[in-house]
Nanobody
Framework: QVQLVESGGGLVQAGGSLRLSCAAS????????MGWFRQAPGKERERVAV????????YYADSVKGRFTISRDNAKNTLYLQMNSLKPEDTAVYYC????????????WGQGTQVTVSS
C-alpha cells in the first residue's frame, strides 16, 4: 500500500484560505486515484474531492464546489487541496486517501490534519 501524510491544516477565519498537501510514498503514486475526505465531530465521513490518476478527471462534493480545488503533482508524489472562501462548516479533520487501479474502495489513508474555521 501507499503511505500518506497530510499537512497544511490549521486555524483560519471565515473567508480565508488554506492549502492542504498529502505526500505519498511506498508505491507508484501515479497508479492511484486520490481523494480528500473530511469528518467533523459527530458527523459521518464525507467525500470532499477526488482526482483521477493522471488528473484529467475530478469530482467535488456540492458543499465545496466552486471553493475547493483538488490537484496532484505526480512528479512530486503529492496531492493538494486548495480551499478558498472557507466557512465554519468546513471545520473537520481532513484525510487524503488512495484508490488503486481497479479497486472499488480507497484502501490507503493518511492520519488526518485538522482544519478549523472560526466565524
Amino acid at each position: 500500500q501507499v503511505q500518506l501524510v497530510e499537512s497544511g491544516g490549521g486555524l483560519v477565519q471565515a473567508g480565508g484560505s488554506l492549502r492542504l498537501s498529502c505526500a505519498a510514498s511506498g508505491r507508484t503514486f501515479s497508479n492511484y486515484a486520490m481523494g480528500w475526505f473530511r469528518q467533523a465531530p459527530g458527523k459521518e465521513r464525507e467525500r470532499v474531492a477526488v482526482i483521477s490518476w493522471r488528473g484529467g478527471s475530478t469530482y467535488y462534493a456540492d458543499s465545496v464546489k466552486g471553493r475547493f480545488t483538488i490537484s496532484r503533482d505526480n512528479a512530486k508524489n503529492t496531492l493538494y487541496l486548495q480551499m478558498n472562501s472557507l466557512k465554519p462548516e468546513d471545520t473537520a479533520v481532513y484525510y487524503c486517501a488512495a484508490r488503486g487501479q481497479g479497486a472499488l474502495e480507497f484502501g490507503s489513508w493518511g492520519q488526518g490534519t485538522q482544519v478549523t474555521v472560526s466565524s
